[in-house]
C-alpha cells in the first residue's frame, strides 16, 4: 500500500471513529466545563491546567509547561480516545490523586462530542 493509500486509510478510520459527533456541540462543553482551566488553539498555553492541543498520543504529565501531580505523572496513561473518554468520565477513578477538580462528565453524547472537538486541535 502506498503513502496515499495510507493516510486515506487514516482519515477515513479517523472521521469513522467520530461519526455522529457534533464539533461544534462538542466546543460548547469545553467552552462551559473545560475553558476555566485547559486551553486549546494556536497561542494555549497552560494555565490552572495543561493546554490540550495535540492531546491524543501524548502521555499523561507529558507538557514541560504545567506542574502535574505525581500521580498524573506516574500513571504513564498515553492519552487516546478511550482513555481520555474514561478519564472524562471519573478523573479520580482513573488517575487516583489526580489534582484536576473536577467530576466527570456521565453523558456519552457530550463526551463524544468533545472528543471530536479536541480533535480538530491535534
Known sequence: MNKAS???????????????????????????????????????????GPHLNAVFGRTAGGTSDYQYSPAMKASRIVW????????IQSPGKVVPGTRMRFWGISNEKQISDLLAYLHTYG
Open 80 to 87: 487516546t480516545d478511550d482513555t481520555l473518554r474514561a478519564f
Open 6 to 48: 495510507l493516510l486515506i486509510l487514516a482519515l477515513l478510520v479517523h472521521t469513522g471513529a467520530h461519526a455522529g459527533a457534533d464539533i461544534q456541540a462538542g466546543k460548547a462543553v469545553f467552552d462551559t466545563r473545560c475553558a476555566s482551566c485547559h486551553r486549546v488553539g494556536p497561542s494555549a498555553r497552560a494555565g490552572f
